[in-house]
Protein backbone atom coordinates (compact mmCIF):
# COMPACT_ATOMS: atom_id res chain seq x y z
CA UNK A 1 0.00 0.00 0.00
CA UNK A 2 2.77 2.04 0.56
CA UNK A 3 3.29 2.70 -3.43
CA UNK A 4 0.35 4.06 -4.07
CA UNK A 5 -0.23 6.11 -0.63
CA UNK A 6 1.07 9.73 -1.39
CA UNK A 7 -0.10 11.15 1.94
CA UNK A 8 -1.86 10.94 4.82
CA UNK A 9 -2.14 12.64 7.86
CA UNK A 10 -4.82 13.83 10.38
CA UNK A 11 -5.43 17.25 11.01
CA UNK A 12 -6.85 18.96 13.99
CA UNK A 13 -7.82 22.40 14.53
CA UNK A 14 -6.51 23.20 11.30
CA UNK A 15 -2.75 22.04 11.79
CA UNK A 16 -1.40 18.75 10.11
CA UNK A 17 -0.85 15.86 12.35
CA UNK A 18 1.45 12.68 11.22
CA UNK A 19 -1.21 9.64 11.86
CA UNK A 20 -0.47 6.42 12.72
CA UNK A 21 1.57 4.08 9.72
CA UNK A 22 -1.78 2.31 9.57
CA UNK A 23 -4.51 4.34 8.22
CA UNK A 24 -7.22 1.86 9.83
CA UNK A 25 -5.84 2.99 13.21
CA UNK A 26 -5.51 6.80 11.67
CA UNK A 27 -8.89 6.99 11.44
CA UNK A 28 -9.73 5.87 14.73
CA UNK A 29 -7.29 8.08 15.95
CA UNK A 30 -9.42 11.51 14.26
CA UNK A 31 -13.23 10.30 15.23
CA UNK A 32 -11.68 10.22 18.77
CA UNK A 33 -10.50 13.02 19.12
CA UNK A 34 -12.05 15.98 21.22
CA UNK A 35 -12.02 18.05 18.02
CA UNK A 36 -14.77 18.62 15.82
CA UNK A 37 -13.13 19.15 13.13
CA UNK A 38 -10.57 16.35 13.17
CA UNK A 39 -10.73 14.53 9.94
CA UNK A 40 -8.34 12.41 7.93
CA UNK A 41 -6.80 12.89 4.63
CA UNK A 42 -5.20 10.04 2.85
CA UNK A 43 -4.31 10.62 -0.77
CA UNK A 44 -3.86 7.33 -3.01
CA UNK A 45 -2.43 7.41 -6.86
CA UNK A 46 -3.89 4.71 -9.11
CA UNK A 47 -4.48 2.02 -6.48
CA UNK A 48 -5.04 -1.44 -8.07
CA UNK A 49 -8.48 -3.26 -7.43
CA UNK A 50 -6.75 -5.61 -4.25
CA UNK A 51 -5.03 -2.07 -2.70
CA UNK A 52 -8.16 -0.47 -2.69
CA UNK A 53 -10.01 -3.24 -1.32
CA UNK A 54 -8.84 -2.09 2.35
CA UNK A 55 -9.53 1.19 1.86
CA UNK A 56 -13.00 0.55 0.76
CA UNK A 57 -13.43 -1.69 3.65
CA UNK A 58 -11.65 0.23 6.51
CA UNK A 59 -13.60 3.57 5.01
CA UNK A 60 -17.17 1.83 4.37
CA UNK A 61 -17.19 3.19 0.97
CA UNK A 62 -20.25 2.50 -1.30
CA UNK A 63 -19.21 -0.39 -4.09
CA UNK A 64 -20.59 1.62 -7.28
CA UNK A 65 -18.35 4.43 -6.13
CA UNK A 66 -15.38 2.02 -5.52
CA UNK A 67 -15.97 0.55 -8.89
CA UNK A 68 -15.96 4.33 -10.46
CA UNK A 69 -12.49 5.39 -8.77
CA UNK A 70 -10.91 1.76 -9.83
CA UNK A 71 -12.33 2.17 -13.63
CA UNK A 72 -11.65 5.67 -13.94
CA UNK A 73 -13.25 7.08 -17.24
CA UNK A 74 -16.02 9.07 -15.51
CA UNK A 75 -17.83 11.85 -16.24
CA UNK A 76 -17.44 14.81 -13.90
CA UNK A 77 -20.44 13.91 -11.03
CA UNK A 78 -21.52 14.13 -7.94
CA UNK A 79 -22.51 11.08 -5.74
CA UNK A 80 -24.31 10.80 -2.49
CA UNK A 81 -24.50 7.35 -0.51
CA UNK A 82 -25.32 6.99 2.96
CA UNK A 83 -21.98 7.37 4.78
CA UNK A 84 -19.69 9.29 2.29
CA UNK A 85 -20.41 11.65 -0.12
CA UNK A 86 -18.06 10.64 -4.27
CA UNK A 87 -17.13 13.34 -6.82
CA UNK A 88 -15.31 12.69 -9.44
CA UNK A 89 -13.04 15.85 -11.44
CA UNK A 90 -11.30 15.86 -14.90
CA UNK A 91 -8.31 18.19 -14.24
CA UNK A 92 -6.99 19.46 -17.27
CA UNK A 93 -3.40 19.84 -18.12
CA UNK A 94 -1.70 21.83 -21.06
CA UNK A 95 1.59 20.70 -22.76
CA UNK A 96 3.19 23.91 -24.37
CA UNK A 97 5.27 21.67 -26.02
CA UNK A 98 2.72 20.02 -28.29
CA UNK A 99 -0.20 22.47 -28.12
CA UNK A 100 -2.12 19.99 -26.77
CA UNK A 101 -5.11 19.70 -23.74
CA UNK A 102 -5.20 16.31 -21.78
CA UNK A 103 -7.06 15.12 -18.88
CA UNK A 104 -6.76 12.96 -16.15
CA UNK A 105 -9.68 12.03 -13.59
CA UNK A 106 -9.33 12.75 -9.89
CA UNK A 107 -12.14 11.04 -7.08
CA UNK A 108 -13.26 12.31 -3.90
CA UNK A 109 -14.29 10.75 -0.83
CA UNK A 110 -15.77 12.62 1.28
CA UNK A 111 -17.50 11.18 4.84
CA UNK A 112 -17.30 10.95 8.50
CA UNK A 113 -14.18 12.17 9.94
CA UNK A 114 -12.20 11.59 6.43
CA UNK A 115 -11.30 12.27 2.88
CA UNK A 116 -9.86 9.87 0.48
CA UNK A 117 -8.73 11.31 -3.08
CA UNK A 118 -7.59 8.24 -5.94
CA UNK A 119 -5.63 10.37 -8.84
CA UNK A 120 -5.44 8.68 -12.15
CA UNK A 121 -3.06 10.42 -14.57
CA UNK A 122 -0.08 12.34 -14.23
CA UNK A 123 -2.15 16.01 -14.44
CA UNK A 124 -3.18 17.63 -10.88
CA UNK A 125 -0.80 16.54 -8.12
CA UNK A 126 -2.85 17.58 -4.99
CA UNK A 127 0.55 18.30 -3.08
CA UNK A 128 0.23 22.09 -3.77
CA UNK A 129 -3.63 22.29 -2.36
CA UNK A 130 -1.82 20.31 0.85
CA UNK A 131 0.33 23.01 0.99
CA UNK A 132 -2.47 25.62 0.37
CA UNK A 133 -4.69 24.29 3.40
CA UNK A 134 -1.93 23.70 5.82
CA UNK A 135 -0.98 27.30 5.17
CA UNK A 136 -4.71 28.22 5.77
CA UNK A 137 -5.78 26.71 9.59
CA UNK A 138 -8.80 28.85 9.31
CA UNK A 139 -10.43 27.25 6.50
CA UNK A 140 -8.77 23.46 7.29
CA UNK A 141 -11.13 23.95 10.71
CA UNK A 142 -14.54 23.67 8.46
CA UNK A 143 -13.21 19.66 8.35
CA UNK A 144 -13.57 17.39 5.32
CA UNK A 145 -15.51 20.08 3.29
CA UNK A 146 -12.04 22.44 3.30
CA UNK A 147 -10.67 19.50 1.96
CA UNK A 148 -13.59 19.01 -1.11
CA UNK A 149 -13.40 22.98 -2.05
CA UNK A 150 -9.50 23.07 -2.13
CA UNK A 151 -9.52 20.33 -4.56
CA UNK A 152 -12.32 21.49 -6.82
CA UNK A 153 -11.05 25.39 -6.85
CA UNK A 154 -7.75 24.63 -8.01
CA UNK A 155 -9.29 22.05 -10.67
CA UNK A 156 -11.38 25.72 -11.87
CA UNK A 157 -8.80 27.52 -11.32
CA UNK A 158 -6.58 25.71 -13.60
CA UNK A 159 -9.38 25.28 -15.99
CA UNK A 160 -9.11 29.59 -16.39
CA UNK A 161 -4.87 29.23 -16.81
CA UNK A 162 -5.94 26.51 -19.39
CA UNK A 163 -8.67 28.48 -21.32
CA UNK A 164 -6.15 31.71 -21.83
CA UNK A 165 -3.29 29.36 -23.12
CA UNK A 166 -5.59 28.08 -25.87
CA UNK A 167 -7.01 31.28 -26.90
CA UNK A 168 -3.13 32.81 -27.03
CA UNK A 169 -2.21 29.90 -29.50
CA UNK A 170 -5.72 29.89 -31.16
CA UNK A 171 -4.66 34.14 -31.75
CA UNK A 172 -1.50 32.65 -33.36
CA UNK A 173 -3.52 30.30 -35.82
CA UNK A 174 -6.16 32.88 -36.59
CA UNK A 175 -3.25 35.52 -37.58
CA UNK A 176 -2.27 32.48 -39.84
CA UNK A 177 -5.14 32.11 -41.44
CA UNK A 178 -5.72 35.70 -42.79
CA UNK A 179 -2.46 36.25 -43.53
CA UNK A 180 -2.15 37.76 -47.42
CA UNK A 181 0.40 34.14 -48.18
CA UNK A 182 -2.58 31.51 -46.63
CA UNK A 183 0.29 29.14 -45.85
CA UNK A 184 -0.09 25.59 -46.00
CA UNK A 185 -3.52 24.83 -46.78
CA UNK A 186 -3.68 21.39 -45.90
CA UNK A 187 -1.70 21.70 -42.51
CA UNK A 188 -3.61 24.94 -41.36
CA UNK A 189 -7.30 22.75 -41.89
CA UNK A 190 -5.53 20.04 -40.05
CA UNK A 191 -4.35 22.43 -37.53
CA UNK A 192 -7.77 23.67 -37.00
CA UNK A 193 -9.49 20.38 -37.06
CA UNK A 194 -6.65 18.90 -33.96
CA UNK A 195 -7.87 22.16 -32.20
CA UNK A 196 -10.87 21.69 -32.44
CA UNK A 197 -10.37 18.18 -30.66
CA UNK A 198 -8.61 19.87 -28.05
CA UNK A 199 -11.37 21.74 -26.84
CA UNK A 200 -13.97 19.37 -27.12
CA UNK A 201 -11.36 17.57 -24.73
CA UNK A 202 -12.02 20.24 -22.54
CA UNK A 203 -15.46 21.22 -22.56
CA UNK A 204 -16.29 17.39 -21.74
CA UNK A 205 -14.01 18.09 -18.73
CA UNK A 206 -15.07 21.45 -18.00
CA UNK A 207 -18.99 21.06 -18.75
CA UNK A 208 -20.16 18.09 -16.69
CA UNK A 209 -18.92 19.49 -13.93
CA UNK A 210 -21.53 22.61 -13.44
CA UNK A 211 -24.47 20.51 -12.11
CA UNK A 212 -22.25 19.04 -8.90
CA UNK A 213 -20.71 22.69 -8.55
CA UNK A 214 -24.36 23.84 -8.34
CA UNK A 215 -25.98 21.24 -6.16
CA UNK A 216 -23.00 21.84 -3.88
CA UNK A 217 -23.64 25.67 -3.88
CA UNK A 218 -27.16 24.65 -2.38
CA UNK A 219 -28.08 22.91 0.64
CA UNK A 220 -29.66 19.76 1.28
CA UNK A 221 -26.33 18.24 0.99
CA UNK A 222 -24.42 15.91 3.53
CA UNK A 223 -21.23 16.41 4.67
CA UNK A 224 -21.03 20.15 3.33
CA UNK A 225 -21.93 22.36 6.08
CA UNK A 226 -24.04 25.47 5.26
CA UNK A 227 -20.89 27.46 6.29
CA UNK A 228 -19.33 26.33 2.73
CA UNK A 229 -22.13 27.22 0.43
CA UNK A 230 -20.73 30.71 -0.51
CA UNK A 231 -17.11 29.34 -1.04
CA UNK A 232 -18.78 26.66 -3.85
CA UNK A 233 -20.65 29.33 -5.14
CA UNK A 234 -17.14 30.88 -5.84
CA UNK A 235 -16.15 27.98 -7.49
CA UNK A 236 -19.39 27.90 -9.81
CA UNK A 237 -18.95 31.37 -10.92
CA UNK A 238 -15.45 30.72 -11.67
CA UNK A 239 -16.53 27.41 -13.58
CA UNK A 240 -18.89 29.17 -15.73
CA UNK A 241 -16.59 31.37 -17.00
CA UNK A 242 -14.44 28.69 -17.68
CA UNK A 243 -16.66 27.51 -19.65
CA UNK A 244 -17.89 30.45 -21.34
CA UNK A 245 -14.33 31.17 -22.41
CA UNK A 246 -14.30 27.31 -24.22
CA UNK A 247 -17.71 27.70 -26.17
CA UNK A 248 -16.27 30.91 -27.48
CA UNK A 249 -13.00 29.65 -28.45
CA UNK A 250 -15.20 26.73 -29.83
CA UNK A 251 -17.37 28.71 -31.77
CA UNK A 252 -14.47 30.79 -32.73
CA UNK A 253 -12.67 27.88 -33.88
CA UNK A 254 -15.68 27.14 -36.11
CA UNK A 255 -15.62 30.67 -37.77
CA UNK A 256 -11.92 30.30 -38.41
CA UNK A 257 -12.43 26.73 -40.08
CA UNK A 258 -15.63 28.45 -42.46
CA UNK A 259 -13.12 31.56 -43.00
CA UNK A 260 -10.23 29.35 -43.82
CA UNK A 261 -12.49 27.11 -46.60
CA UNK A 262 -13.93 30.02 -48.11
CA UNK A 263 -10.22 31.44 -48.40
CA UNK A 264 -9.54 28.34 -50.05
CA UNK A 265 -12.92 28.93 -52.93
CA UNK A 266 -11.68 32.04 -53.43
CA UNK A 267 -7.97 30.88 -54.58
CA UNK A 268 -9.37 28.14 -56.30
CA UNK A 269 -11.65 30.65 -58.49
CA UNK A 270 -9.01 32.49 -58.84
CA UNK A 271 -6.38 30.18 -60.25
CA UNK A 272 -9.57 29.16 -62.58
CA UNK A 273 -9.78 32.05 -64.15
CA UNK A 274 -5.81 32.74 -64.38
CA UNK A 275 -6.02 29.43 -66.10
CA UNK A 276 -8.83 29.94 -68.60
CA UNK A 277 -7.23 33.97 -69.28
CA UNK A 278 -4.33 32.15 -70.31
CA UNK A 279 -5.78 29.68 -72.13
CA UNK A 280 -7.88 31.84 -73.95
CA UNK A 281 -4.63 33.52 -75.17
CA UNK A 282 -3.33 30.35 -76.73
CA UNK A 283 -6.74 29.89 -78.16
CA UNK A 284 -6.49 33.22 -80.75
CA UNK A 285 -3.27 31.65 -82.32
CA UNK A 286 -4.28 28.57 -82.39
CA UNK A 287 -6.94 29.38 -83.75
CA UNK A 288 -4.91 31.41 -86.74
CA UNK A 289 -2.68 28.92 -87.48
CA UNK A 290 -4.79 26.07 -88.07
CA UNK A 291 -6.42 28.32 -90.32
CA UNK A 292 -3.39 28.54 -92.32
CA UNK A 293 -2.20 25.12 -91.62
CA UNK A 294 -5.24 24.02 -94.04
CA UNK A 295 -3.38 23.65 -97.46
CA UNK A 296 -6.12 25.94 -99.38
CA UNK A 297 -4.74 27.34 -102.55
CA UNK A 298 -7.23 29.98 -102.70
CA UNK A 299 -6.53 32.64 -99.47
CA UNK A 300 -6.44 36.09 -100.34
CA UNK A 301 -3.26 37.25 -98.75
CA UNK A 302 -1.53 33.67 -99.47
CA UNK A 303 0.81 34.71 -102.13
CA UNK A 304 1.62 38.41 -100.93
CA UNK A 305 4.71 39.41 -99.22
CA UNK A 306 3.16 40.84 -96.30
CA UNK A 307 0.64 38.21 -95.44
CA UNK A 308 2.95 36.31 -92.95
CA UNK A 309 4.07 39.68 -91.07
CA UNK A 310 0.44 40.71 -91.46
CA UNK A 311 -0.83 37.18 -89.47
CA UNK A 312 1.67 37.65 -87.02
CA UNK A 313 1.05 41.19 -86.40
CA UNK A 314 -2.59 40.09 -85.89
CA UNK A 315 -2.14 37.35 -83.62
CA UNK A 316 0.29 39.47 -81.46
CA UNK A 317 -2.66 42.28 -81.32
CA UNK A 318 -5.31 39.74 -80.47
CA UNK A 319 -3.14 38.30 -76.96
CA UNK A 320 -2.25 41.49 -76.45
CA UNK A 321 -5.78 42.78 -76.48
CA UNK A 322 -6.62 39.76 -74.33
CA UNK A 323 -3.90 40.29 -71.29
CA UNK A 324 -5.16 43.49 -71.33
CA UNK A 325 -8.95 42.85 -71.24
CA UNK A 326 -8.22 40.23 -68.34
CA UNK A 327 -5.48 42.12 -66.55
CA UNK A 328 -8.17 44.78 -66.40
CA UNK A 329 -10.97 42.73 -64.85
CA UNK A 330 -8.57 41.15 -62.46
CA UNK A 331 -8.34 38.10 -63.91
CA UNK A 332 -4.22 38.04 -63.89
Known amino acids: MRAVIV ?15 DFSHALEAARAANSGDSFLWIGLHEPTEQEFDHVSEEFGLHPLAVEDALKAHQRPKLEVYDDSLFMVLK ?25 VTVRHGEGAPLT ?18 SVLYAISDAVVDHY ?16 EVFQPAGGDAKNT ?50 LTRATEQVEGLDR ?12 MGVRQNDDMRKISAWAAMAAVPTMVAGVYGMNFDHMWELHQVWGYPAVIALMAVAVVGLYRLFKRRGWL
Request: a negative charge; one cysteine or more; aromatic letters at 8%.
Open 252 to 263: LLSDILSAHLAQ
Open 189 to 238: AARIYTFKRQVLEFRRAAGPLAAPMARLSGAGVPFVSEEAQPFFRDVSDH
Open 128 to 145: AVRKRLEAEPEVLKQGPT
Open 91 to 115: PVVYEPESDTVSTGELMVFVGDSFV
Open 7 to 21: DCAIYRDGHRSEGPS
Open 160 to 175: IEVAGELQVDLEEMET
